[in-house]
């Protein structure tokens, strides 16, 4: 898993960061990304894509990764945007924002993924760079979660959608109530209900 990094350092590359999202696919909520900068020494076995992990081994490995990162970033990008540019677009504006948060700024970044964002920070996207890059892997668990914290507060706002349980994806019971209900002001208008 530190394949990526220790290639990155051998090239002259000191801090590097690893970049992730969560929340691409859901009818509600924001897309939330995640820049994760580790010691260039880290290892930790137990950090692996974050949907290969249970809620409650993400959220330990949450707090883990918290204490021993030199820095994490975060970006957000609401519904109302992400209707407004598209998913591609916000999803690569939450990166954008994840890493202009980190301190110190890298000097390479690993982003999980196909498509670059827009930095002159040196990248390398990588498919599947979740399960394959520490620091990336990293940055999936720090979305993931951070992400179910936001949906997990909306939960209180809109609790006839049970987005404590659903997190806004299409789940039968939230398509069900978004029908009962209609949509509220975290649903993705340009997402289609089937």
């Not at 696919?25 to 974050?50: C, H, K, M, T």
């Not at 970033?73 to 609401?78: K, R, T």
């Not at 002159?120 to 979660?145: C, F, M």
Request: net charge positive.
């Amino acid at each position: 898993m530190r394949e990526f990094e220790l290639r990155a350092r051998r090239l002259g590359f000191d801090t590097i960061a690893g970049v992730d999202e969560a929340g691409r696919g859901p009818l509600s909520g924001p897309v939330v990304a995640a820049a994760v900068i580790l010691p260039s020494d880290y290892a930790n076995g137990e950090i692996r894509d974050s949907k290969k992990l249970t809620p409650r081994k993400r959220e330990a490995l949450y707090k883990i990764i918290g204490d021993d990162a030199i820095s994490i970033g975060l970006g957000v990008i609401e519904a109302s945007v992400i209707d407004r540019i598209n998913i591609l677009q916000a999803t690569l504006a939450a990166m954008k924002i994840a890493v202009s948060n980190l301190s110190p700024q890298p000097d390479y970044i690993l982003i999980d993924g196909i498509n670059n964002i827009d930095t002159p920070i040196p990248q390398e996207t990588i498919i599947r760079g979740d399960s394959l890059s520490v620091s990336v892997a990293a940055a999936s668990i720090i979305a993931k979660v951070s992400r179910d914290q936001i949906m997990d507060r909306y939960h209180v706002l809109y609790p006839q959608y049970n987005f404590l349980k659903n997190k806004g994806y299409g789940t039968r019971e939230h398509r069900e109530a978004v029908k009962k209900h209609g949509w509220c002001k975290i649903h993705r208008r340009s997402f289609k209900i089937k």
